[in-house]
């Protein structure tokens, strides 16, 4: 059974800074990308960043210059540097992870709240 294990969110002012982590195990398949998507209250799951297993990245437009993801291959793990943090930046955040076959798992989402 695959597990993801976020860790990493909280409370922080507008223009503060948080580091989010997810670590993967249990997957008998190696891991292609692992991402985060947020969903705030009223609004659907969007993507926010991906890194795929060859370093390469994408980044929602509304993040980008602001976030950084990054992975640890040998710890599957990801993680996701969020700068100048933004009240709209409040949601949950889910970590996602695709393996090589193509199987997608998500784990149970940490809260971020921007607000002074």
């Known amino acids: 059974q695959v597990q993801l294990v976020e860790s990493g969110g909280g409370l922080v002012q507008p223009g503060g800074s948080l580091r989010l982590s997810c670590a993967a195990s249990?997957?008998?398949?190696?891991?292609?990308?692992m991402g985060w998507y947020r969903q705030a209250p009223g609004n659907q799951r969007e993507l926010v960043a991906y890194i795929s297993s060859d370093g390469s990245t994408n980044y929602a437009d509304s993040v980008k210059g602001r976030f950084t993801i990054s992975r640890d291959n040998a710890k599957n793990t990801v993680y996701l540097q969020m700068n100048s943090l933004k009240p709209e930046d409040t949601a949950v955040f889910y970590c996602?992870?695709?393996?090589?076959?193509?199987?997608?798992?998500w784990g149970q989402g940490t809260q971020v709240t921007v607000s002074a």
């Open positions: 249990g997957t008998r398949f190696n891991i292609y990308r």
């Open positions: 996602y992870v695709m393996t090589v076959i193509g199987r997608d798992y």
